[in-house]
T-cell receptor, first 114, second 113 residues
């Protein structure tokens, strides 16, 4: 079974631009979560999507948004990029059938904002 | 608010046991997890423990949970150079709207031969 796939692997953007990252979950997984990883703040939860609906959201500004498609694939978008948005963005999928949310992570998209 | 704390670094010799410690704040956490991250990779789930358990063993890994002190530890027996990585402790905050994991900042384990 294929793992969680994130594209692109690396991305370089300039301040003010917007960016879209993509995540394909493990087949059969209905929940997709996004996390931001930086050296200073560590791993921070962005949001979770389940059945095309955002059902949980972390403490990030409205510039960060996401969506989930009917095939469970998810995208996240960051508008008006700032230097501080440079980070590794990790996507995770889970079955979302019980409270034991075993998350399976992709390798991430490394975003650099210049 | 919720917080998970870990020591930042641990250095051991090959063959020794490693113990990585973690404290958490949310007593309503149902599950606690240990993840491993190798350079350039995502996070790999190592093991987890349900909050009503004290201990869980899985091959070389032993998880101990002290719910009263909100303390979690991961013991790796017979540590190998391939165990060198960053280890993250995480707590699950289950609510009706879904779940989110709160991660510690990670402990970098360095194993020398």
């Amino acid at each position: 079974k294929a793992g969680v796939t994130q594209t692109p692997r690396y991305l370089i953007k300039t301040r003010g631009q917007q960016v879209t990252l993509s995540c394909s979950p493990i087949s059969g997984h209905r929940s997709v979560s996004w996390y931001q990883q930086t050296p200073g703040q560590g791993l921070q939860f962005l949001f979770e999507y389940f059945s095309e609906t955002q059902r949980n959201k972390g403490n990030f500004p409205g510039r960060f948004s996401g969506r989930q498609f009917s095939n469970s694939r998810s995208e996240m978008n960051v508008s008006t990029l700032e230097l501080g948005d440079s980070a590794l963005y990790l996507c995770a999928s889970s079955l979302a059938e019980t409270f034991n949310e075993k998350l399976f992570f992709g390798s991430g998209t490394q975003l650099s904002v210049l | 608010g919720e917080d998970v704390e870990q020591s930042l670094f641990l250095s051991v010799r090959e063959g020794d046991s490693s113990v990585i410690n973690c404290t958490y704040t949310d007593s309503s956490s149902t599950y606690l997890y240990w993840y491993k991250q190798e350079p350039g990779a995502g996070l790999q789930l190592l093991t987890y423990i349900f909050s009503n358990m004290d201990m869980k063993q899985d091959q070389r890994l032993t998880v101990l949970l002290n719910k009263k002190d909100k303390h979690l530890s991961l013991r790796i027996a017979d540590t190998q150079t391939g165990d060198s990585a960053i280890y993250f402790c995480a707590e699950s905050l289950a609510n009706q709207a879904g779940t989110a994991l709160i991660f510690g900042k990670g402990t970098t384990l360095s194993v020398s031969s």
